[in-house]
């Protein structure tokens, strides 16, 4: 535990550090990417144990689960003004639509908080029901602020 919390914090201060030095749009935009990618990476491995793809390992899932919402903070400091354009699937409604954008990035943290806190009961079928929840808030956004 305390070595994913050290980690958790190294990727914070880099992730900042580099959002400091970085003005440039394409900064920003690999920045929100490779966040999510993590988020993506995390989410997975947690998926594949919920569709029976690989064995449920409680520690496994709960690790998942407090690294997806711990980086459920960081993508939204990368959608920076000028960062619609470039390389990403970032629909420029996002920035029209800001408040609606934020309010479904809150909802998403709302539920992966959620998966973090029944993870580590380590009960495999609420962990699933709350994963499928947590989807469904990944998808919202998805469906309606990024391309194809
Ligand atoms: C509030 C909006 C929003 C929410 C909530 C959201 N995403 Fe995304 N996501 C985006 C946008 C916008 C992009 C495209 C970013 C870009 O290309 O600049 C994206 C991109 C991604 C990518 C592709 C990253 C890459 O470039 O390779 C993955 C993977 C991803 N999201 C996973 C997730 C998962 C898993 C969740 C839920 C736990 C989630 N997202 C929740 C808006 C959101």
Redesign the pocket.
């Known amino acids: 535990m305390k070595r994913v919390t050290c980690l958790l914090y190294a990727a914070l201060f880099l992730t900042s550090a580099q959002y400091a030095l970085a003005q440039k749009p394409e900064d920003a ?1 690999k920045y ?2 490779g966040v ?2 993590v ?2 990476w995390n ?1 997975g491995s947690m998926a594949a144990m919920a569709k029976g793809k690989r064995p449920y390992d409680a520690e496994q899932f709960a690790r998942n689960a407090e690294i ?1 919402a711990f980086m ?1 903070r960081l ?2 400091e ?2 920076t003004p000028g ?1 619609e354009t470039g ?5 420029p409604e ?1 920035w029209l639509e800001m408040d609606d ?2 309010a ?2 809150k ?2 943290q709302q ?2 908080d959620a998966l973090a806190k029944v993870a580590k009961t380590g009960n495999f079928d609420n962990s699933k029901a709350q994963l499928g929840e ?2 469904q ?2 998808k ?3 469906d309606k ?3 194809k």
């Not at 390389?87 to 629909?91: M, Q």
């Open positions: 935009i929100r990417q999510f990618r988020i993506g989410f997806v459920s993508p939204l990368g959608f960062s390389d990403t699937k970032a629909k996002i954008f934020k479904k990035m909802k998403m539920e992966v947590a989807g808030a990944c919202a956004c998805h602020f990024r391309n």
